[in-house]
């Protein structure tokens, strides 16, 4: 993938390079279905990371209700541990009942840390037990630069990350569970707290002003410490591009959404987008020596590829480099070959081809049956 390097000063822009500047000291601009980094400033030093922190928990939230582990409708039990987290909060009391989908809710518009810590005893039995998964996860997305300690976000001294691994956390929410847009893009909703003094309303706010400031934003999380600074995760769609633009350690709120927007801007001028959608259906594999004569082909995954030069990507063209037969026997998920996609004579990438069933190796019966049955014939 191309890897566009952010200058933080005065930069002229090179050739497939964006140019921009930011005021925080740390910085990354991704495009999102691809992974390429367009831009990025101090993207690999560990920070501390606020509330951004919630989106690996949102994250795991979804994930949990995707798997049928916990179910949206599912009411929730306020834990005394929950209750008492400090910080931000929606001030939910021991014992009170609230649904999954209430406490999402709270945690990606208020930014809620008594909430995230009910979630995180929900799906896991224990915040600790939480925490391990949270972890686990990140090194499964390669941030290798991240340690949790806490579901929520408040500062520890172990408690890091990056701007790159936050992207990277960002992506798979984005690009995996893009029912999070339902939640990070309400702006202002009521939730009832019923408890034993009765029951009242409690206004959400969004933490994340670019939902109404910015006309293409998507998401996703703020977090503020006065050790991590003012940071965001801010996600935006134009047309058929979407990005996803990090700050970490800001100075102040305004500035801290102005980078965003300034990265997003930046992103949206000069990126443009080439998707294999319209792809031909696969001609079956002549099978050699199998109990069936062919095998069924399909393509690993899709095909997408990020250009800022300006390039003409109507242009680019596929090639399949296949065998023209191959010996059984061939299981299911075989790479048997790989689309190329060529722009201007250079390779900007590959799909692996993989084959779509089984062939067994066929034996002297199968042989038999068959001679048989050309016999018939």
């Known amino acids: 993938m191309l890897t566009l390097l952010f200058r933080p000063v005065s930069v002229y822009a090179e050739e497939n390079q964006v140019a921009a500047e930011v005021a925080a000291p740390h910085a990354l601009l ?30 795991l939230i979804l994930e949990a209700v995707e798997e049928g582990r916990i179910g949206l409708d599912d009411v929730v039990t306020v834990s005394e541990h929950a209750a008492s987290m400090g910080g931000s909060q929606v001030y939910l009391e021991p014992h009170e009942q609230q649904t999954v989908e209430t406490l999402l809710k709270c945690i990606a518009v208020a930014s809620a840390n008594d909430a995230c810590v009910a979630m995180a005893e929900y799906v896991s039995g224990s915040e600790g037990d939480f925490v391990q998964q949270m972890n686990s996860r990140a090194e499964e997305l390669g941030m290798s630069n991240t340690h949790f300690a806490n ?62 400031q910015y006309e293409y934003s998507t998401g996703l999380k703020t977090g503020y410490t006065s050790v991590a600074g003012f940071c965001i995760s801010a996600s935006a769609k134009k047309d058929d591009i979407e990005l996803v633009a990090v700050i970490m350690g800001g100075a102040d709120s305004k500035s801290r959404f102005q980078d965003a927007v300034t990265l997003l801007n930046s992103g949206f001028a000069c990126c443009s987008l080439y998707r294999d959608e319209d792809r031909e259906t696969l001609q079956n594999l002549p099978v050699e020596g199998g109990v069936e004569e062919e095998v069924p082909l399909r393509y690993a995954g899709d095909f997408s590829y990020v250009s800022t030069d300006g390039r003409n990507l109507a242009q680019v063209e596929k ?28 390779v900007i990438g590959t799909t692996e081809i993989l084959a779509a069933g089984t062939v067994e190796k066929a034996g002297y019966k199968d042989y038999f049956h068959k001679t048989f049955r050309t016999f018939l014939l």
Not at 159 to 188: F, G
Not at 319 to 346: F, H, I, N
Request: net charge negative.
């Open 319 to 346: 090639t399949l480099e296949l065998p023209e037969s191959m010996e059984a026997p061939v299981e299911e998920g075989r790479v048997v070959g790989k689309a190329v996609y060529s722009l201007d004579g250079e």
């Open 151 to 212: 579901s929520c976000g408040l500062d520890e001294d172990t408690h890091l990350t990056t701007a790159r691994d936050v992207a990277l956390m960002s992506r798979e929410l984005l690009l995996n569970h893009p029912q999070i847009h339902e939640y990070c893009t309400i702006w202002m909703e009521n939730i009832v707290h019923t408890t034993a003094r009765g029951s009242f309303e409690f206004g959400l706010t969004n933490t994340n002003k670019l939902i109404r």
């Open 30 to 59: 991704m495009e999102v279905s691809t992974g390429t980094v367009l831009m990025e400033k101090a993207a690999d030093e560990k920070v501390h990371p606020a509330s951004v922190t919630k989106i690996m928990t949102m994250l």
